[in-house]
T-cell receptor
């Protein structure tokens, strides 16, 4: 799996947008960018994933640079409940035979404060 | 949405005893399940890959005789920590890969404390 680099921690004010960066300069052409988050003492929660186009769902937006070497997860209006560890993972897509074996880095600890 | 349930959510046991943790896919069939371990303030580490009807594949450094994995059906995988010791205290998390969709879903985790 391509290695990812994320800042150790970030702060965000409640109601503001949280922009979490991720570098994945060695990503391969068939690898997707996945984002998960883990709230304290819970299992990881899927947020969003993308290949090369920007993606948006009800939770977040994912912006992938044209060269695909980095991406940004955007939580448009952060709430206190968004405080969690956010993991950026580069993996083959759901059809890949090795899909599912995720390599988690240290992630970014996002703290949303009032 | 798809749900993966783990049981128990937390367990406390005495050193030397064995503990079984279940991972169930509630509304889908999972041919493959994955077991992770997470120590405090650390990230998740993959322990093993569990395939229905076959032996589990363990990651390097994980003792297969200590962490017994059984995947007897398309909806259930179990992890048994044998002869548990305090250093086995950890947060154990499973994930399941949908047989049809190929998507991946995580359980809520099981916290093991060995006294």
């Amino acid at each position: 799996d391509a290695k990812t680099t994320q800042p150790t921690s970030m702060d965000c004010a409640e109601g503001r947008a949280a922009n979490l960066p991720c570098n994945h300069s060695t990503i391969s052409g068939n690898e997707y960018v996945y984002w998960y988050r883990q709230i304290h003492s819970q299992g990881p929660q899927y947020i969003i994933h993308g290949l090369k186009n920007n993606e948006t769902n009800e939770m977040a937006s994912l912006i992938i640079t044209e060269d695909r070497k980095s991406s940004t997860l955007i939580l448009p209006h952060a709430t206190l409940r968004d405080t969690a560890v956010y993991y950026c993972i580069v993996r083959v897509g759901p059809g890949g035979t090795s899909y599912g074996k995720l390599t988690f880095g240290q992630g970014t600890i996002l703290t949303v404060h009032p | 949405g798809a749900v993966v349930s783990q049981h128990p959510s937390w367990v406390i046991c005495k050193s030397g005893t064995s503990v079984k943790i279940e991972c169930r896919s509630l509304d889908f069939q999972a041919t493959t399940m994955f077991w992770y371990r997470q120590f405090p303030k650390q990230s998740l580490m993959l322990m093993a890959t569990s395939n229905e009807g076959s032996k589990a594949t363990y990651e390097q450094g994980v003792e297969k005789d200590k962490f017994l994995i059984n995947h007897a059906s398309l909806t259930l995988s179990t992890l048994t920590v044998t002869s548990a010791h305090p250093e086995d205290s950890s947060f154990y998390i499973c994930s399941a890969r949908g047989r049809l969709s190929g998507e991946l879903f995580f359980g809520e985790g099981s916290r093991l404390t060995v006294l």
